[in-house]
């Protein structure tokens, strides 16, 4: 790892960042090194529009909030200049800018103007609008880098479009994003400007709105955290809340690092998995259902009994033995999909920042967004029902690992 990338990791696990869901409960920022090495490297060596997705809650917002801060602290980046514009449903909530090595106050004007132009963003704004107000920045960036000597050499700019996707849902739907996306990414070629855009959605429609820049854009996949980081944070957080003996491999086996899910266990569950997995069960029982609702499937039952027969033809015809829900027989179908039970690994041109865990619940070209959804749906598939409840899960878990 690079000298400067190190620090900059320091920088970063010395912070803390909340527990979501769990009132005042802070964590040490854990892992990412080849996440953050990854990403500097390609934006030393490329410019243009980026999509950053991962399973929800996966920490994406997370990593580009603490790079854009951690680069202002250690010594370095002074050819580095990062914006983030996190949005909210109906407005970006907060512009943050970081300009490494310069005294703020000479360029105070240009903070100014890109703090502003995230006040130009707003739900009453035309698509052409839209598009507009969100190249401003961009465009405010290239002439300032050549007009202005504090700035002059700053050849790796990185804008943020943080939780893009939450706005646009709001706006009215994501296939704006690919004409958003499309006119940056002209924007950037245009200008010349040394940019790296990168807008972070995490769900699927947006994703594969994104998908369609083809090659206009690059793809990058963040995944949850690997598993020693995973049960570090567990760790410190039952320890903080002061809760004893957690099972911090069941918990590895349900969550597989997603800490969004486990500040929903701490926070909304007390703790309880087998309360918080019953939630689960609902999510992917609620999902099938509305797979047979829109098509008129007259019982869930039937929606599973046909998962099972499409899966069981497609473990066959891919090779991947008997049918337990592998995810790259069950490939995202039967709104999985849609409703975020899964993730699609195979965007074209997908850049891999995290390592993907080697678990059942990951497979080659789909994966389970956390393994408590993967075995769900195993323990529905093993009994044939979707009747099935917490203490199923579990022996699932119990039965296959052991
Ligand atoms: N590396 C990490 N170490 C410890 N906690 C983390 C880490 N990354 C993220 N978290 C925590 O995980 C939770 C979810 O993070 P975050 O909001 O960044 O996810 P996200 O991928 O942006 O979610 P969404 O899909 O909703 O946009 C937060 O509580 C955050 O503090
Ligand atoms: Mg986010």
Not at 313 to 338: I, K, R
Request: charged share 25%.
């Amino acid at each position: 790892m690079g000298e400067v990338i190190g620090r900059l990791i320091d920088v970063m696990h010395g912070r803390l960042v909340p527990l979501e869901g769990v009132k005042s409960v802070m964590v040490h920022f854990r892992d990412r090194e080849g996440e953050v090495e990854r990403f500097y490297a390609d934006v030393r060596r490329l410019r243009g529009v980026v999509t950053l997705y991962g399973p929800r809650g996966a920490g994406k917002s997370t990593l580009m909030r603490l790079m854009g801060e951690g680069i202002r602290e250690v010594g370095g980046f002074e050819d580095t200049l990062f914006v983030r514009y996190s949005f909210a449903e109906v407005m970006i909530e907060e512009a943050h800018v970081s300009i490494p090595g310069v005294n703020e106050g000479s360029v105070r004007e240009v903070i100014n103007a890109l703090e502003d132009a995230a006040n130009g963003v707003s739900l009453n704004l035309s698509p052409f609008g839209l598009a507009g107000a969100l190249v401003k920045p961009i465009i405010l960036l290239s002439r300032a880098i050549r007009s202005r000597a504090e700035l002059r050499g700053r050849d790796n700019v990185v804008v943020v479009y943080d939780d893009v996707d939450k706005f646009l849902r709001r706006y009215g739907g994501y296939d704006v994003l690919e004409a958003i996306a499309n006119a940056t990414a002209d924007v950037i070629t245009e200008h010349d400007a040394p940019v790296n855009a990168v807008f972070t959605v995490s769900d699927q429609a947006a994703v594969a709105a994104a998908g369609r820049l083809g090659s206009k854009g690059r793809v990058y996949l963040l995944w949850n955290l690997p598993r020693g980081a995973f049960e570090d944070v567990v760790n410190e957080a039952a320890g903080i809340m002061n809760v004893g003996n957690v099972d911090t491999e069941l918990l590895w086996n349900l969550m597989g690092g997603n800490m969004r899910e486990l500040g929903i266990l701490a926070g909304n569950y007390n703790w309880d998995v087998k309360a918080w997995l019953q939630g689960v069960i609902m999510r992917v029982t609620a999902a099938l259902e509305g797979y047979g609702r829109v098509r008129e499937i007259k019982s869930i039952s039937e929606v599973l009994a046909r998962l099972i027969r499409k899966g069981k033809s497609a473990a066959d015809a891919y090779g991947l033995g008997e049918f337990v829900g592998q995810p790259d027989a069950v490939e995202g179908y039967f709104n999985l999909l849609e409703e975020n039970i899964m993730i699609y690994l195979g965007m074209p041109g997908c850049r891999y920042l995290s390592e993907l865990p080697r678990e059942p619940w990951v497979g080659g070209r789909f994966a389970y967004q956390i393994p408590a959804y993967y075995w769900a749906l195993r323990a529905m598939i093993e009994r044939g029902s979707v009747n099935v409840d917490s203490d199923d899960v579990i022996k699932v878990i119990n039965k296959s690992r052991n």
